[in-house]
């Protein structure tokens, strides 16, 4: 999942077209109209907060994110972006710098799911209780 603030030319809305049409990506777009509460919880449910911007004086949205935790991916030499090492950058309106990034980083979110995924209460249950019934199985 995936956040992003207004869409204008300036804003970077090329990129993000592109972007939105990954088929690993989900795509959310505030257009400035989230409360600050709205934002603070669409930010807990993301997993990175993509700058698309061109031409910035901030971009305040990436300080709100880096604030909340989020994954940061944002163009170098656009307003604050370069003074925060913990911002994954890319050039200015490259998508395929942007889509290599995403791919890297969904890859990661993949292993990690991988080492998981069977770690559930229902497999849980089902392992033990086919291990059991072997077991007694055994006995007789």
């Not at 993301?46 to 031409?55: A, F, M, Q």
Request: proline fraction near 2%; charge should be neutral.
């Amino acid at each position: 999942k995936m956040e992003s603030g207004n869409r204008n030319h300036r804003k970077g809305q090329d990129l993000w077209n592109k972007v939105k049409e990954l088929p690993f990506v989900e795509c959310t777009c505030t257009n400035g109209t989230y409360s600050l509460e709205e934002m603070y919880a669409l930010f807990r449910n993301t997993d990175i907060v993509l700058s698309t911007s061109l031409l910035e004086g901030g971009p305040i949205g990436v300080i709100e994110a880096l604030a909340c935790g989020c994954d940061v991916v944002a163009p170098s030499g656009v307003g604050f972006i370069d003074d925060f090492s913990e911002i994954t950058k890319y050039t200015c309106g490259c998508f395929e710098e942007v889509e290599k990034i995403l791919l890297e980083k969904y890859a990661e979110k993949l292993k990690r799911y991988y080492v998981v995924r069977n770690l559930t209460e229902k497999n849980w249950c089902k392992t033990h209780y086919d291990l059991f019934r072997k077991l007694l199985k055994n006995r007789q």
